[in-house]
């Protein structure tokens, strides 16, 4: 029998990395891995009643709930598309093996509504591809005879939130526990925690980050086969957690559900660190295509929800620190945002938002800035409007969107200032405000407010209806009005230029 054929038999053909690629794009899109469901749990419980944290972490167990039960996706990125194939070293593989995989992706997507987020080109082409390829595969050989397909959905706020640094070698241990607290500290607000932080050491430039991303995979808190790896780990949780940004990076112990270290061999001359961050919707899903054993039968193949080698987590305990400040009631607020009553919000504040938004992020701040230069004041009646940075996904569950959250404020922030002066009251993203922008908050008047990342099938719930005012072309990106019912915030930046995120910031590093 030829290669090819024994590698037929045996379950791993083009056809079956194909299928199996589109029924877990489908599955982990809408589920949230039971580890990581399981570890958000025991922080919950761990929290403190009320606090800020302990609302945060009971919202995304209700996402998972929500998502799961209408079949929408946990996040509104529904991401790239990473597929790895790991394949024993015994095994023969066809040459075309990955080469369905594109066409998988493309229907996974449409079938299941999720958003489309990939560009034709990152520099001289931003178009959207309209179908979320390609997708980012490779082929992987390991020891053995079996056969594992892992895939992944990630967004692009923890994916821009990893860091590659290559370290003198004798800055050893304490200069990769100093990357991966620098990394967390300055961007876990973006990457929407509780994080799973994936840490590769070792190997070359490029393949640093392999070891961080492939990090991700394991199980929820299943220490590393080396002790003194496992070790390693567990010292970098507790410090990852003594930061005390928490939740949503509104304040908590919570700041991180595990710390997952993948070591390799490199040169003489090097120590390569790389930080991956998984957010708290992570999503991936573990295939067996080939059983590891010789006499394994190709249609037992069984598919693991996490990562790892049995799909099952180890019993990591929840933070102890409680975190957050206390939940003073949320304060119902109605939109249009009057000055007057952004005046009276505090940083800090929960809110409840009725009432009309405007979706708008990157490439829609550019054309209004240029509409602004252009006529002198904001397009299509935006003053006194409400921005939100949110890309939504299509229709679906009987729903005007599928599901809907707030991507990364920082990108906006070229704009923002020029956007307040010119009349919006108020913004509504993730993470932290650059010193402009909260001066802008503070010589107008205007607020930003923070949405929970991670959380956008049930943000979802509170919008009532979606019209597109503009910008179509711009797909996922374009200018739409939302009427939102009781839609849930903080209050990150207030009128009086207070920061809840630096407040946060500055109570962990004291």
């Not at 570890?39 to 403190?48: G, H, K, M, P, T």
């Not at 240029?370 to 229709?395: I, K, S």
Request: charged letters at 25%; one cysteine or more.
């Amino acid at each position: 029998m030829e290669p090819e054929e024994r590698a037929a038999a045996r379950g791993l053909t083009r056809e079956s990395v194909a299928r199996a690629a589109y029924d877990a794009i489908r599955e982990c899109a809408v589920t949230l891995r039971p580890d990581v469901r399981d570890a958000v749990a025991r922080a919950r419980d761990a929290a403190e009643p009320g606090s800020r944290a302990a609302g945060v972490l009971g919202r995304i167990l209700a996402n998972a709930d929500v998502a799961a039960a209408d079949g929408v996706p946990l996040c509104q990125d529904t991401g790239s598309t990473w597929v790895c194939l790991e394949v024993g070293e015994e095994l023969s593989v066809p040459g075309d093996v990955l080469a369905g995989v594109d066409d998988a992706v493309a229907r996974a997507y449409r079938d299941g509504a999720l958003r489309m987020s990939l560009l034709r080109d990152a520099l001289l082409d931003r178009a959207n591809t309209g179908d979320n390829t390609p997708a980012f595969s490779e082929l992987r050989l390991v020891p053995g005879r079996g056969a594992t397909l892992h895939v992944m959905l990630k967004g692009g706020g923890s994916d821009n939130a990893s860091r590659v640094v290559m370290l003198a070698p004798g800055e050893g241990v304490e200069g990769v526990r100093r990357v991966v607290l620098d990394c967390v500290r300055e961007k876990a607000a973006n990457a929407c925690p509780p994080l799973i932080v994936g840490v590769g050491v070792g190997g070359t430039f490029d393949r640093v980050a392999s070891l961080a991303k492939h990090a991700l995979l394991r199980p929820v808190g299943a220490p590393a086969a080396s002790p003194e790896t496992a070790a390693l780990e567990a010292g970098l949780l507790d410090a990852v957690n003594a930061l005390g940004i928490g939740p949503a990076a509104l304040g908590g112990a919570a700041t991180a559900l595990a710390v997952h270290l993948e070591t390799a061999p490199c040169h003489i001359a090097a120590l390569p660190v790389a930080v991956n961050m998984g957010c708290c919707a992570m999503r991936s899903k573990s295939v067996e295509l080939v059983p590891r054993g010789e006499d394994g039968d190709a249609d037992g193949a069984a598919a693991r929800s996490a990562g790892g080698a049995d799909g099952a987590a180890a019993d990591n305990s929840a933070p102890e620190a409680t975190g957050g400040e206390p939940d003073r009631g949320p304060v119902r607020l109605m939109l249009p945002l009057s000055r007057e009553d952004a005046a009276r919000l505090e940083a800090g504040d929960e809110v409840l938002l009725t009432g009309p938004v405007y979706t708008m992020r990157d490439a829609g701040h550019a054309r209004a800035l240029a509409a602004l230069d252009e006529a002198g004041a904001l397009p299509f009646g935006l003053e006194g409007a409400t921005l939100f940075y949110a890309g939504p996904t299509p229709a679906a569950a009987g729903r005007p969107l599928g599901s809907v959250g707030p991507t990364t404020a920082s990108r906006m922030d070229f704009a923002t200032p020029r956007l307040l002066e010119a009349g919006i009251v108020a913004a509504i993203g993730k993470g932290k405000r650059s010193p402009e922008v909260v001066e802008a908050c503070r010589a107008t008047g205007g607020v930003y407010l923070c949405a929970v990342g991670g959380i956008a099938a049930l943000l979802a719930k509170a919008v009532a209806s979606s019209e597109v005012v503009a910008w179509d072309d711009l797909g996922t990106e374009a200018l739409r009005r939302l009427e939102l019912v009781d839609f849930p915030a903080y209050v990150a930046v207030d009128a009086r230029g207070r920061d809840l995120y630096r407040e946060v910031e500055s109570a962990a590093t004291a």
